[in-house]
């Protein structure tokens, strides 16, 4: 991890007080995918993993956002739609992508497909890249938070 691009994650991380076990998911977030890889070390569930531990552990975003949530919104003819992290109250879904969203045109495309569909249910969608979230972790944390103040001045509770 001597990527220069790392130390102002880790800089944040340190100045936030950040617990061990987050500290330890940001290890495996911050390392390169491995396509070559097999059974729980192709999971791409550790950048989910970490992202969601790291708003838990921030009093703006604390209780929530859920993990890997269906909505009732029929997708591709696969069944109910799933997002990576969904803020139910501000209709906020965050979406990480990693090398396997980027791979062909299709995939590209089944991106979009969803992402107009949450739009048309009255979802806001961010999509992040899984990579962004070990190397720019303070651009992604900002525009989440500036997301929900924007969509909490606009909600009508």
Same mark, same amino acid.
């Given at each position: 991890?001597?990527?220069p ?17 987050? +500290?330890?998911?940001?290890? #495996? ?13 192709? +999971?791409?569930?550790?950048?989910? +993993? %970490? ?6 552990? =921030? ?7 859920? =993990? ?6 029929? %997708?591709? *003819?696969? *069944? ?16 990480l ?5 980027? !791979?062909? !045109? ?14 048309? #249910? ?11 979230? *070990? ?6 944390l900002? +525009? ?14």
């Amino acid at each position: 991890m001597n990527n220069p691009g790392y130390a102002a994650t880790v800089r944040r991380l340190v100045r936030d007080g950040v617990d061990a076990p987050l +500290a330890r998911l940001f290890v #495996h977030v911050a390392r390169k995918f491995d396509s070559s890889a097999e059974g729980a070390a192709r +999971a791409r569930s550790a950048t989910e +993993a %970490f992202l969601y531990r790291r708003l838990q552990s =921030l009093p703006e975003t604390a209780g929530r956002f859920d =993990l890997n949530v269906e909505l009732p919104v029929p %997708f591709d *003819g696969w *069944g109910n739609m799933e997002v990576d992290l969904l803020d139910s109250g501000s209709r906020l879904v965050i979406e990480l992508d990693g090398g396997q969203h980027l !791979a062909n !045109a299709d995939a590209y495309r089944r991106d979009r497909r969803k992402d107009a569909l949450l739009q048309e #249910h009255g979802y806001f969608v961010l999509r992040f890249l899984a990579e962004d979230v *070990g190397m720019q972790l303070d651009k992604v944390l900002d +525009a989440i938070l500036r997301v929900l103040a924007m969509r909490d001045r606009e909600s009508p509770n």
